[in-house]
């Protein structure tokens, strides 16, 4: 099951796309910037959506709420209170913080890698002008 939720977070306006999938909620972030028409939701769900589904995301695994018999008119408002709320729900929130988490680790990697490149090269060339001054060049 999927939802796709568009709502206001200052400064921008959000689009969250929820995936359930095996018990594993998935969650992936588009930020539209201003208020996205309803020609720019349509044309996201059917040119990006799929895009975003396939790539790789941190899941957090979900429990199925027990079932039991609900009343007709509870579900109706329970149904129109949901149609009320704005923004993601908990697991939502927790798995996007754990992607950004991932990706912020990945990030850090990255930079130590090209750091410690960047100093590598600064000592060869160091050596080289220390040999070419002992050489008199």
Request: charged share 35%; net charge positive.
């Amino acid at each position: 099951m999927s939802t796709f939720t568009v709502y206001f977070d200052d400064p921008w306006w959000v689009g969250v796309i929820e995936l359930d999938e095996d018990r594993v909620l998935r969650v992936y972030r588009h930020i539209f910037g201003s208020e996205p028409s309803n020609e720019e939701v349509l044309d996201f769900v059917l040119n990006h959506f799929i895009a975003r589904t396939t790539q790789p995301m941190v899941g957090v695994p979900i429990t199925p709420p027990p079932q039991r018999k609900i009343n007709p008119k509870r579900a109706a408002r329970e149904a129109a209170r949901r149609m009320q709320v704005r923004g993601i729900s908990t697991k939502a929130q927790e798995a996007l913080q754990r992607d950004q988490e991932a990706q912020k680790q990945e990030r850090q990697r990255r930079e130590r890698e090209e750091h410690q490149q960047v100093a590598a090269h600064k000592r060869q060339q160091a050596r080289e002008k220390a040999y070419a001054r002992r050489r008199g060049h």
